[in-house]
Every structure is written in structure tokens, then in C-alpha cells.
């Protein structure tokens, strides 16, 4: 497993908050759980505790995003390495569920975390994928969906780096107000082009005569 897969942990953790929607989905024991997602035995560790936990380094995650997304390289490595230093783990060669066709290992990094709580661990895992794919791919791999007001966090992986929302729902989105936009600037043009010719009409009768 690259370790770079463990960047998705970011991702989802900083979207179950759409702060200009008003909307939190992190409220329970069970919607931190659903973040492990099919790591049953970490989730198990979650505790009521853990929500306040999650939403902490939430803010932390989304603050990285937003400064990459605002351009802001530096800020953006300094916060993810507090991260990294506060919620440390321990890269392990693994083999497990996965074999070639000799039945021989199919060997893969493995994050190994050691955490006091489910937070500790989730967090670590997140911040080290996060880094992994920050220093693989770039820091203006991280952005923040463009389509007002979702903001949702995203990684870039397109090949020219054009990515500029979280899905194809909110692109789509962005793309048909757009094209409204157009439209109403164009009919407001050509409305005011036919005001100024009506309004030009009696001053060219006026020199006729």
C-alpha cells in the first residue's frame, strides 16, 4: 500500500465540516468510527472523548489545506509538520492480504501507529499520508473546492494540475452558474445597447430636421 493512500484520512476527516453551510456530520461516537473506515479494530478504540479529539485536528487539517490552497508553501509544511511531531508513527514493511501469484507476500509500507487514543492514531495516520503526498506531488496539490460555498478539501491528482473542485456534482454546479452569468451579462448588454440606440433616435430626427 503507497503511503501516500493515507492522505484520504485527511481528506474525509476536514469534510465532515462545511463550515459555510452550517453543516457538521462529526457529532457521535459512530460518525468517528465511520471515518476508519474499514479498520475496524482502531475504531473500536474511539470513545466519546475522541469526538472533541477529531474536531481539534480537523481544524488543524483544514488550516494546511487552506494554506496551500491561499499559496502559502511554508505555512502549509510548518503546520503539517506540528502535526507530524505531536502524532508520530512507525513505517513498517507489511505483506498482509496481499500476494502475487507464487502466493509469495506482496511486500508494501505500512503506517504503524501506537496511539494513547483513537485521535492519537487517526491523526498520525493522516498527517503522515498528508506529508507523503505533500512532498510527492507538491503543496498546490492540496486545494479547496472553488464552487461557493462548498470548500470541501481535495487532492489534485489530474495530470496538468487542473483540478479546481472537490467533485464532478460541484464542478458541474460551478460550471452551470457560470454559464448563467454569461447569459445575464449578455442580455444586460445588449438591453442597454438598445436603450442607447432608442435614447440616440430623437437626437438624429432633431438634426434631420
Known sequence: MELAYYSDYA???VNTEEPAR???TLTSIDAVRDLFGGNQSAARRATEADVTRFRSVRARL???FEAADGGDETLAVDLLNSLLLEFPVSPQISGHDFRDDDGRPLWHMHLADHPSNATAGYAATAAMGLAFHLTEYGVDRLGLCEAPPCRNAYLDTSTNRSRRYCSDRCATRANVAAYRARKR???DRAE???RAAESAQPTT???ER
Request: charged share 35%; net charge positive; aromatic share 0%.
Open 185 to 187: 451579462l449578455e442580455a
Open 62 to 64: 483544514r488550516a494546511v
Open 205 to 207: 430626427a432633431a438634426k
Open 11 to 13: 481528506v474525509r476527516l
Open 22 to 24: 452550517g453543516k457538521d
Open 192 to 194: 442597454n445597447t438598445g
